[in-house]
């Protein structure tokens, strides 16, 4: 049986993360890539994701963030489904359900900005110690920030998402795409830079109308006004278009912002 350590983290993956923090970045790099799930805990990767940002090795960081956070491709329809957060997913989906006007991707993207800004600041020192209430407290984080209401009640890992959703990763999956992959003092340029990009590249103006509202700051509803905030109109409403219209729309902007965000790190390739 493994033993807890005096934080009542298990001895083991104490060992594991110690080890980990001593190789050098290209073994480090190729550890957290191709390591079984069962050698990388969940919680040894998150204390590394922090550790490594706060001593400034943030292509490291990025590097575990992706791992714990992305996915690994599904041999059948070659989507990347979620390898450590699927529960997280599930989660924010029955969080979702409680509220017509939210979404389960969106909340759960949401949540994963919540953990990697938590991680990078004091929230983070003992969040490796209770993983999963560090992260569904910060599932209560995102649905405050976004709904601007107390969470629901929902049990863990109770309801599954109606289909399979895929996982892309971090730097493209969070609303905010750049948050896992750039220092802090340089996201107000990287911000400009991606706006600027999304207004020159979108051919339909709306696809840049809709990005900007989705993905820089406090996003609108799509189609269902919230009764809590009735000056927030739904897009569906403010732009004359169906709810698959503006889905539509907001995919083309986050694939414009990703390739905008690949742009950026090939010219800027540390934060």
Request: with cysteine; hydrophobic share 35%.
């Amino acid at each position: 049986m493994d033993q807890p350590t005096t934080s009542g983290w298990p001895a083991r993956n104490e060992e594991r993360f110690q080890a980990l923090m001593r190789l050098e970045d290209n073994p480090l790099a190729g550890h957290v890539r191709t390591a079984p799930k069962d050698d990388l805990p969940d919680s040894v990767l998150a204390r590394a994701y922090r550790e490594l940002w706060l001593a400034g090795r943030f292509e490291m960081a990025n590097a575990v963030a992706n791992r714990l956070f992305g996915g690994r491709p599904d041999l059948d329809s070659g989507e990347a489904e979620p390898e450590y957060m699927r529960w997280l997913l599930v989660t924010a989906y029955a969080y979702a359900r409680k509220s017509p006007s939210r979404e389960g991707p969106d909340l759960y993207q949401s949540t994963l900005r919540q953990i990697l800004r938590a991680l990078r600041g004091s929230q983070g020192a003992q969040a490796h110690t209770a993983w999963r209430s560090f992260c569904y407290d910060r599932l209560n984080d995102a649905w405050r920030e976004r709904t601007r209401k107390d969470p629901v009640m929902v049990e863990l890992e109770k309801e599954d998402p109606s289909s399979r959703q895929p996982l892309m990763l971090v730097d493209q999956a969070i609303e905010y795409p750049w948050q896992g992959s750039v220092a802090p003092d340089h996201e107000e340029e990287l911000t400009a830079f991606l706006q600027d990009r999304l207004r020159a590249k979108a051919k339909d103006p709306l696809v840049a109308e809709i990005g900007l509202d989705q993905f820089f700051g406090d996003p609108s509803p799509i189609d269902v006004r919230d009764p809590e905030r009735p000056d927030r109109v739904p897009l569906t409403e403010r732009l004359n278009l169906g709810r698959f219209q503006v889905r539509r729309r907001k995919d083309k902007a986050r694939l414009i912002l990703k390739l905008a965000l690949e742009e950026w790190t090939e010219h800027n390739p540390r934060p």
